[in-house]
Every structure is written in structure tokens, then in C-alpha cells.
């Protein structure tokens, strides 16, 4: 039960986390091309 | 006996917000603690995007212009530095009460705030009153942004005695993480709330606040504190600890007046000075460098590229100061932004685009770890009871590194120009000041020692 909760949390927090980096580098690149 | 009733004590009930409900049971995983303080650094970190409302807050009556009644920049600009005044304010005022009612009371606090904080400014963009937005996102929105930064960072230290840099480095991450998220969904946002009647920042603002309070929250029912005395499964503390690592405490009251306390605070005062002024002109300092090569949307790729750097650093350089010292870490980064810094007027003249951005980059990654890397740092020099406490006091550095490393860049740059320098080399003399102002740090930071054992809190310490 622990180690759902501890996956299910980190995805809760990973998840947003990830899609602000993924949208960042798709505007970083703009830099390089 | 039951583990509440341990807690309760008989003929007692406590309140669900009471910290010693927050003392976690046995075989609790610490694990569940980082995420937690994630989700509140993750949702006030939006402040570092705020800017993505400046310039629609300039047109809310004219539409796609300004109106002559319309805010001007200047005014707007100000509910930024509002909130980032009483982000330093906040903490050092409500340190020792964040101590006193544990994490999950502030963190809850915290979310009221800066979840207020969205609806007030509501409010007043649909009233079109400043002050409002001042009040509401600056002055509440600004102690929501104090009370969680510091709530969960003597939470985690004691749950990761062994690792307190990667604890905190992980929480203070998600504050550089934050604008990522925040600057994507506030566009997302106001083109979801867009009417020919309005530009959609009151759809957005009430959203956010609902959208933020509520990921706050789960931070703040899922955070637990340590039972006193708890340490991790075979885990002893060093029978003789480095040489600036204490296992004594020291009152909060007591901390601010020994030299340490300066030292630190001007270590880290010294080190965001320099990288805030970076911040806050990377985009035209990238295009004015390189001009004609590097376009307006190039130059926002930069900022984004220098927030994931910000971010990542705070990670990587908390949790590397865990093996080689905090002292040493702060040490490098004193000598390698002294280096890049020193550098950057020679790669300007060579042209080279991908060495800038490697220099800011790593400039930025040293900027980010300054922050996370202060924590555990106060917990090696004053201990575990109080760190909360001094860290919140510690903070006033950062408003005034706020004020001093825009304004330093900014001016100097523009005398340079009065004095009709090329734009693109307008920017060596700041760069050099700013080597100047790392090597004051590096000399704080050298001047370090451990604190003298007269100012140990000597009555037994329970939390």
C-alpha cells in the first residue's frame, strides 16, 4: 500500500513537472535552429 | 495501545491540523515527504512566471493596444516585487511560528494565502483597481510565497539526516521548476477564458488559485514529521563530525547575532545578486550581444534553457554537497562564476552563441544550488531545532539580492550606452563587477567556522 501511494504521489508531482520541461526545451531549441 | 492514542494522550483529542497528529507512524517511508514539499514548491514557484500576465494586464480595457487608461508596465511591475518582498518578509517573521505548528498547519496557511492571493487579484482586474492586485497577489500571495518555501525544509532535514542536501535541494528544485509549469498553463488559460470582451486573466486567475490550493493541499495532508529521536534504518551519525558540522543547536534568536549568520547571509546575498541580474536581462543581453543572429523568440528559448539550468542546479549541487561539503560547494561556485563571468566579454567578441549559453547555463545551474544548498548548510552550523526558523530569517538576503542585481545591471548598462559604447559591449563592465561581487562572497565563505560552543542551546531539546 506504501509503494502505491509513493508511486502514485510521484507521478502527482512528476507528471505536470515533466510537461513544463518538455514544453521548455521545445522552446529552447528555437535557439539552436 | 494505539499509535493515536500514544499521540493523544488519554482525554485528549487533538486537532486534525495539530502537529503531533502530523507524527508519522512506524514504517512510514520518508520517500513520501520529498513529493509532498514538491507540490508546494512546484505551485509557488508560478511567481517566477508571473511576467507572462504583465503585458496582458497592460490591455485589459484597450484589448489588443493599451488604452491611455490602461496600467502601464511600470505599475504592473510592482505586484511582482510586492510578492517577492513579502516572500522574504513572510519568512523571517513567521519562521519560528512555522516551527512551533509543523508543516502541515503551514503549508495549509500557505495555500489559503497564495490561493487568495489569485482571487483577490481577481477581483481586482475585473474591478480594474491595481491596488487590489498588489494587495492580493503581492501582500497575501507574497506571505503564502514565505510560509511554504521554508515549511518543509526542517521537515525534510530531519527525516534525511544522512542526505539533508538532497532533501532540500529536491523541494527547493520544485521553486525553479515552478515557472515551467506556470508559464505554459497561463497561456493555456487565458486563451481557454478569451471573450471579444476580455483577455481571459480573470478566468486564469481564479482557475490558478483552485487549481494551486488544491495541489498544495495534497503536500499538506501527506507531509509527516519524524518522531523525536528517529533516525534512518542503520544509519548512526558521524562519531566525529567534519569540521563545521555541529551536533549541538542553536536558538534562532541567538543565530542571528554570531558572525556565521552574516557570513551565510552574505554568501548567499553575494551569489543570487549576481545571478538575479542575469535573470532579469537574459533576453535582451543574448540579442544585444549577438545582433541580428539571435531573434525574440531565440531569446526566449535562452530564458527557458537558463530556468531548466536553474532548476537541475539546485538538485545536483545540494546533493553533491552532501559528499564534499557545503563549504566547498559554495567555494566552487565562487570560483567558476568568477571564471565564466570573466569570460563572457571574450566569448561575446569571438561570437560564439553555444559557449554564451553554456556559460549562463552553468551560471545559472551555480545560482539555483546557492539557494538549496543554504538549508542543510544552517543545519551544519546551528543544528536541526531551529534551521526553519534561521533559514526564514536568512531569506531577507534574497529580497535585497532581488533589488540590487537588476538594478546594477540595468544602470550600469545604461551608463556604459550614455557614454556610447556599442550595445553588445555594454555588458563587459557589469560582468566584471560581478566577479568582483563572487569574490566578496568566496571571502565570506572562506571565513567560515564553526560556531563557538558559548552560543549552544543548552536546556534539552524535544520538538
Same mark, same amino acid.
Given at each position: 500500500m506504501t509503494k502505491i501511494r509513493l508511486i502514485v504521489l510521484w507521478l502527482v508531482v512528476g507528471i505536470p513537472l515533466l510537461w513544463g520541461i518538455e514544453r521548455t526545451l521545445q522552446n529552447a531549441l528555437k535557439l539552436f535552429r | 495501545m494505539s499509535l493515536q492514542a500514544n499521540i493523544d494522550g488519554p482525554g485528549q483529542s487533538l486537532s486534525f491540523w495539530d502537529r503531533r497528529r502530523t507524527i508519522a507512524s512506524a514504517g512510514f517511508n520518508r520517500f513520501l515527504v520529498p513529493p509532498a514539499a514538491l507540490a508546494v514548491h512546484l505551485s509557488i514557484g508560478q511567481v517566477y512566471a508571473f511576467s507572462t500576465f504583465n503585458l496582458p494586464l497592460t490591455r485589459l480595457l484597450g484589448g489588443a493596444q493599451s488604452a491611455p487608461a490602461d496600467w502601464k508596465l511600470t505599475e504592473v511591475g510592482w505586484?511582482?516585487?510586492? *510578492?517577492?518582498?513579502?516572500?522574504? *518578509?513572510?519568512?523571517?517573521? +513567521?519562521?519560528?511560528?512555522?516551527?512551533?505548528?509543523?508543516?502541515?498547519?503551514?503549508? &495549509?496557511?500557505a495555500a489559503l494565502c497564495f490561493a487568495g492571493g489569485f482571487l483577490v487579484s481577481a477581483v481586482g482586474v &475585473?474591478?480594474?483597481?491595481?491596488? !487590489?492586485?498588489?494587495?492580493?497577489?503581492?501582500?497575501?500571495? %507574497?506571505?503564502?510565497? %514565505?510560509?511554504?518555501?521554508?515549511?518543509?525544509?526542517?521537515?525534510?532535514?530531519?527525516? +534525511?539526516?544522512?542526505?539533508?542536501?538532497?532533501?532540500?535541494?529536491?523541494?527547493?528544485?520544485?521553486?525553479?521548476?515552478?515557472?515551467?509549469? @506556470?508559464? #505554459?498553463?497561463?497561456?493555456?488559460?487565458?486563451?481557454?477564458?478569451?471573450?471579444?470582451? &476580455?483577455?481571459?486573466?480573470?478566468?486564469? +486567475?481564479?482557475?490558478?488559485?483552485?487549481?494551486?490550493?488544491?495541489?498544495?493541499?495534497? %503536500?499538506?495532508?501527506?507531509?509527516r514529521v519524524p518522531a523525536d529521536g528517529?533516525? #534512518?534504518?542503520?544509519?548512526?551519525?558521524?562519531?566525529?563530525?567534519?569540521? !563545521?558540522?555541529?551536533? *549541538?543547536?542553536?536558538?534562532?534568536?541567538?543565530?542571528?547575532?554570531?558572525?556565521?549568520?552574516? !557570513?551565510?547571509? %552574505?554568501? !548567499?546575498?553575494?551569489?543570487?545578486?549576481?545571478?538575479?541580474?542575469?535573470?532579469?536581462? @537574459? &533576453?535582451?543581453?543574448?540579442?544585444?550581444?549577438?545582433?541580428?543572429?539571435?531573434?525574440?523568440?531565440?531569446?526566449a528559448g535562452f530564458v527557458g534553457l537558463l530556468s531548466l539550468f536553474n532548476m537541475g542546479g539546485r538538485f545536483l549541487w545540494a546533493t553533491i554537497s552532501d559528499y564534499i561539503g557545503r563549504r566547498n560547494t559554495y567555494t566552487i561556485f565562487f570560483v567558476l562564476g568568477i571564471a565564466l563571468y570573466a569570460a563572457v566579454p571574450t566569448i561575446g567578441r569571438l561570437g560564439s552563441i553555444s559557449m554564451f549559453v553554456a556559460a549562463f547555463a552553468i551560471i545559472l545551474s551555480i545560482y539555483g544550488g546557492g539557494f538549496s544548498t543554504i538549508p542543510a548548510y544552517l543545519r551544519d552550523l546551528f543544528g536541526t531545532m531551529h534551521v526553519g526558523a534561521i533559514h526564514g530569517r536568512l531569506l531577507t538576503a534574497w529580497s535585497v539580492a532581488g533589488i540590487l542585481g537588476p538594478v546594477l545591471v540595468n544602470y550600469i548598462r545604461e551608463f556604459q550606452i550614455d557614454r556610447g559604447l556599442p550595445k553588445a559591449q555594454a555588458y563587459s563592465t557589469t560582468m566584471y563587477i560581478m566577479c568582483g561581487l563572487l569574490l566578496l562572497g568566496l571571502v565570506c565563505n572562506l571565513s567560515v567556522r564553526a560556531v563557538d560552543p558559548r552560543h549552544h542551546y543548552r536546556k534539552p531539546y524535544k520538538t
Open positions: - | 505586484i511582482f516585487s510586492a *510578492a517577492i518582498f513579502f516572500l522574504g *518578509a513572510a519568512a523571517a517573521v +513567521f519562521g519560528r511560528w512555522v516551527e512551533r505548528v509543523g508543516p502541515r498547519k503551514a503549508m &495549509s496557511v &475585473s474591478m480594474h483597481r491595481i491596488w !487590489l492586485l498588489y494587495l492580493g497577489y503581492g501582500a497575501l500571495g %507574497g506571505c503564502g510565497l %514565505g510560509i511554504g518555501y521554508i515549511s518543509p525544509v526542517s521537515t525534510l532535514i530531519k527525516w +534525511f539526516p544522512d542526505r539533508p542536501g538532497m532533501a532540500t535541494g529536491m523541494a527547493i528544485m520544485g521553486f525553479g521548476g515552478g515557472a515551467l509549469i @506556470a508559464s #505554459p498553463l497561463s497561456l493555456i488559460l487565458m486563451n481557454h477564458f478569451k471573450t471579444a470582451a &476580455s483577455n481571459g486573466i480573470v478566468g486564469a +486567475f481564479v482557475s490558478m488559485g483552485a487549481i494551486y490550493f488544491a495541489f498544495m493541499m495534497i %503536500g499538506a495532508l501527506v507531509v528517529w533516525l #534512518p534504518a542503520g544509519w548512526k551519525p558521524a562519531a566525529h563530525p567534519q569540521e !563545521l558540522v555541529t551536533t *549541538a543547536n542553536v536558538h534562532v534568536d541567538t543565530a542571528s547575532k554570531t558572525p556565521q549568520f552574516w !557570513l551565510i547571509w %552574505g554568501v !548567499l546575498c553575494l551569489n543570487v545578486t549576481a545571478g538575479i541580474g542575469v535573470i532579469s536581462q @537574459a &533576453s535582451p543581453m543574448i540579442q544585444e550581444m549577438f545582433a541580428g543572429r539571435v531573434t525574440a523568440a531565440a531569446a
